[in-house]
């Protein structure tokens, strides 16, 4: 074994702890704190109960509210540069994974200056970043313990990867109050997104012990969690396991790594702007078929973390997997590739030179190819699974 594994985030599930915040930047010694989220949580007024509790800690606080679905480079240059002259010691992060992965390269800009696209790759940045609590308001990216920070580069439409151990959160606050008003397209298609996670960070050539454990354990608590938190809004214990799993998931990933789905998923949403979650829902099941001759017995193991009867055998409960994850899809009511906005045919060239470059490629289970790409886009176009 050879293998390092790092979680240096403090993480705190508790109801209403988002409304404590001030008490927990104190103790992270923040004086002065920029907030990160975006316009809809500031009309919810989900914000008011934290600026109380910022006041009360006699904590300044000023707000950047500015953020976009699959963030801009131009949001974190805008807010670095409008902030830029005052003594902000911390971040805190309100919101979906597009605002806590703005808040990390924000953190990044706020102490190193220059623009984002500066730091793409890994460990780019001479300075420390500032400090990061993270209060995610939806169960699906994990981004809340991750040092990852996923940025569209709005000049040539891909999505850039900026590494760096330094902007993983220093504290997690998981409030199960915080998801109780998210709409169940968003809880259905971020719920997947964890699922995705999960299943990527085990069958990935760098999985670990340790990983293999918190990706199988997530598996399972979606797997029995995801249909309820989507469609049952008041049930808080599903609702709580959906955060939990999410986190896990994002402690795996961020200690193995993504793969294949990953590779596309982002091509596909630096492109058309498509939504992350929805992107990942669309290309699992399709990405799995592909994978899972390549290592029948970890594409097995996921088959019986979500369902398959653990007397069959690995490569049919592989088949049965798949199987499952298109009825997951079908139940959470997410669209057909070839049913989202702007997707062509014509483009399934380029998106397959994107997949291929991207840093999670060399970890998929099975070699991946430009053509072995294509192929897989035709098919999850085509709604069909070919045989290899």
């Given at each position: ?60 606080h ?9 963030p801009r ?30 808040a990390?390269?924000?953190s ?41 920070s ?14 760096d ?20 397209s ?14 990527e ?14 990706a ?10 995801i ?12 609702r ?20 294949g ?16 979650g ?23 193991e ?41 997707v ?10 994107n ?6 490629n ?27």
């Open positions: 074994m050879n293998f390092e594994h790092f979680v240096p985030t403090k993480i705190i599930m508790k109801k209403g702890c988002s409304a404590n915040v001030g008490a927990y930047a104190k103790d992270e010694q923040f004086s002065h704190v920029l907030i990160i989220s975006d316009q809809g949580l500031i009309q919810a007024g989900l914000l008011e109960p934290m600026y109380e509790s910022l006041d009360h800690n006699k904590i300044i000023d707000t950047f509210c500015d953020i976009q679905p699959n480079d131009a949001n974190c240059d805008q807010a670095a540069q409008q902030f830029s002259e005052k003594p902000i010691d911390g971040i805190i992060a309100v919101g979906g994974g597009s605002v806590i992965d703005a990390k390269s924000i990044i800009l706020c102490t190193n200056g220059g623009r984002i696209k500066d730091y793409e790759g890994m460990d780019k940045a001479e300075k420390t970043p500032l400090p990061i609590i993270c209060i995610p308001t939806t169960a699906g990216t994990g981004s809340e313990v991750t040092g990852w996923i940025i569209t580069d709005t000049t040539d439409h891909y999505k850039m990867a900026i590494g151990q330094r902007i993983i959160p220093k504290v997690a606050l998981l409030d199960v109050n915080l998801t109780a008003s998210l709409p169940s968003i809880a259905a298609s971020t719920g997947m997104d964890a699922l995705t996670h999960a299943i960070a085990y069958t990935c050539t760098i999985a670990t012990p340790i990983t293999d454990g918190l199988l354990h997530a598996i399972k608590l979606i797997k029995e969690n249909m309820k938190a989507v469609y049952e809004n008041t049930n808080e214990e599903a709580e396991n959906m955060l939990i799993a999410s986190l896990i998931a994002g402690i795996a990933f961020g200690n193995a790594d993504t793969a789905v990953h590779c596309l998923s982002e091509a596909i949403g630096g492109k058309y702007d498509t939504p992350h929805i992107a990942n829902s669309v290309f699992l099941p399709y990405m799995f078929h592909y994978n899972m001759n390549a290592d029948l017995h970890r594409h097995g996921v088959g019986y973390a979500v369902g398959v009867d653990p007397n069959v055998p690995v490569a049919e409960a592989s088949q049965k997997a798949v199987d499952l994850l298109m009825d997951l899809n079908k139940r959470a009511n997410i669209a057909r590739f070839s049913e989202i906005d702007k062509s045919r014509h483009d399934f060239q380029a998106i397959a030179d997949a291929v470059q991207s840093s999670s060399p970890h998929n289970a099975r070699e991946m190819t430009r053509k072995d790409y294509i192929t897989v886009l035709e098919d999850t176009y085509a709604d069909t699974l070919g045989s290899w």
